[in-house]
């Protein structure tokens, strides 16, 4: 699809085998595990690391991951010809070979900004949509980092891209998308596709698989310290607005002020001193005013920047905005 582009560059970074037969009575994941799952009577297995959430008495919660860092996909075929979309579907259009220049870039810049960090045990998590361009940003992003940096991979359908339809017609797209601007772009349905709203609800779903991989460390070994590690989700523009819609609770009005990250960058969510993920850790005013953040969405980053997991920011700008009558009874006091 074409897009509005626009490009983030970073603000100065902060300092901070073998198997046993199903019907064994216990099965090890390979030859030289150490720990084997018991199978009782009634089937249910044990899992150590889904422990440390339950026994928070006794064990810390693993760290939170340093950054969580949204890439779009590298330049598509479709983004230089939409007529590929009357051809091939949505989910098998690959990459340009700019395409591919550019997520490679990507991921030279984000080894460059982890490396900045001074610290020498860092790593590297993946999630990415499953549609093939996403696929192929990710085998070229990854081009950088050695086998030892990668923690590992996930494959995610619910990053994928916002449904327009099978098999598009040019000229029924064309008008579909100047009626969503007049019905409203998080709202309007594509026939027999989505709406952003509905893109909402899957990454919703998405947001609580990712708050309870953290949760229990499934990036690292169970009993693991690592701080330094990084997850890099790699999806599609829309999919990404709303993400982080859905994360800092943006309101609809807000989203459809964004505007979509150019192909091949990536925005930046970095923990902030209290432990939550925010913007201004790493981008500057003026990239994220670009990126379509007002001045209520700004002053929430910057609250972002020092609030603790948990934390509820009671002095919400967006209150002011929201109920216009508190404005008025602060200029009469």
């Given at each position: 699809?074409?897009?509005s582009y626009?490009?983030?560059?970073?603000?100065?970074?902060?300092?901070?085998?073998?198997?046993?037969?199903?019907?064994?009575?216990?099965?090890?994941?390979?030859?030289?595990?150490?720990?084997?799952?018991?199978?009782?009577?009634?089937?249910?297995?044990?899992?150590?690391?889904?422990?440390?959430?339950?026994?928070?008495?006794?064990?810390?919660?693993?760290?939170?991951?340093?950054?969580?860092?949204?890439?779009?996909?590298?330049?598509?075929?479709?983004?230089?010809?939409?007529?590929?979309?009357?051809?091939?579907?949505?989910?098998?259009?690959?990459?340009?070979?700019?395409?591919?220049?550019?997520?490679?870039?990507?991921?030279?810049?984000?080894?460059?900004?982890?490396?900045?960090?001074?610290?020498?045990?860092?790593?590297?998590?993946?999630?990415?949509?499953?549609?093939?361009?996403?696929?192929?940003?990710?085998?070229?992003?990854?081009?950088?980092?050695?086998?030892?940096?990668?923690?590992?991979?996930?494959?995610?359908?619910?990053?994928?891209?916002?449904?327009?339809?099978?098999?598009?017609?040019?000229?029924?797209?064309?008008?579909?998308?100047?009626?969503?601007?007049?019905?409203?772009?998080?709202?309007?349905?594509?026939?027999?596709?989505?709406?952003?709203?509905?893109?909402?609800?899957?990454?919703?779903?998405?947001?609580?698989?990712l708050r309870?991989?953290?949760?229990?460390?499934?990036?690292?070994?169970?009993?693991?310290?690592?701080?330094?590690?990084?997850?890099?989700?790699?999806?599609?523009?829309?999919?990404?607005?709303?993400?982080?819609?859905?994360w800092y609770?943006?309101?609809?009005?807000?989203?459809?002020?964004?505007?979509?990250?150019?192909?091949?960058?990536?925005?930046?969510?970095?923990?902030?001193?209290?432990?939550?993920?925010?913007?201004?850790?790493?981008?500057?005013?003026?990239?994220?005013?670009?990126?379509?953040?007002?001045?209520?969405?700004?002053?929430?980053?910057?609250?972002?920047?020092?609030?603790?997991?948990?934390?509820?920011?009671?002095?919400?700008?967006?209150?002011?905005?929201?109920?216009?009558?508190?404005?008025?009874?602060?200029?009469?006091?």
């Open positions: 699809m074409a897009n626009i490009t983030l560059s970073p603000a100065s970074p902060l300092k901070l085998s073998s198997q046993k037969p199903f019907g064994a009575k216990s099965i090890q994941c390979c030859d030289n595990a150490i720990r084997t799952i018991k199978h009782s009577n009634n089937g249910h297995a044990r899992f150590p690391e889904k422990e440390l959430s339950k026994r928070s008495d006794t064990i810390v919660r693993p760290p939170r991951p340093r950054r969580i860092i949204l890439v779009r996909h590298g330049q598509s075929e479709g983004n230089v010809d939409e007529s590929v979309y009357t051809r091939v579907p949505d989910p098998k259009i690959a990459l340009t070979d700019k395409g591919k220049a550019e997520a490679e870039h990507c991921g030279k810049i984000i080894r460059k900004m982890i490396e900045n960090d001074g610290v020498d045990d860092w790593k590297v998590y993946f999630y990415v949509s499953p549609y093939r361009r996403t696929r192929e940003t990710l085998q070229n992003l990854a081009r950088p980092f050695e086998r030892s940096r990668i923690a590992g991979l996930r494959e995610e359908p619910r990053l994928r891209e916002q449904d327009f339809g099978n098999f598009q017609n040019r000229g029924q797209m064309r008008l579909s998308k100047a009626v969503r601007m007049l019905y409203g772009r998080f709202f309007y349905r594509f026939p027999s596709g989505e709406s952003a709203a509905d893109v909402y609800d899957r990454i919703t779903g998405f947001r609580e698989t309870a991989d953290i949760d229990i460390g499934r990036f690292q070994p169970p009993g693991d310290r690592n701080q330094n590690m990084n997850l890099v989700i790699v999806s599609h523009g829309l999919t990404l607005r709303v993400f982080l819609m859905r609770k943006w309101t609809v009005e807000q989203y459809e002020g964004l505007h979509n990250l150019g192909n091949g960058n990536m925005i930046v969510m970095e923990k902030g001193y209290g432990g939550r993920y925010s913007l201004s850790m790493h981008h500057n005013e003026k990239e994220l005013r670009k990126f379509g953040l007002t001045d209520d969405m700004l002053t929430d980053q910057d609250w972002q920047k020092y609030a603790r997991p948990g934390e509820l920011n009671y002095d919400c700008p967006m209150m002011n905005s929201f109920f216009t009558h508190l404005e008025d009874e602060h200029c009469k006091n």
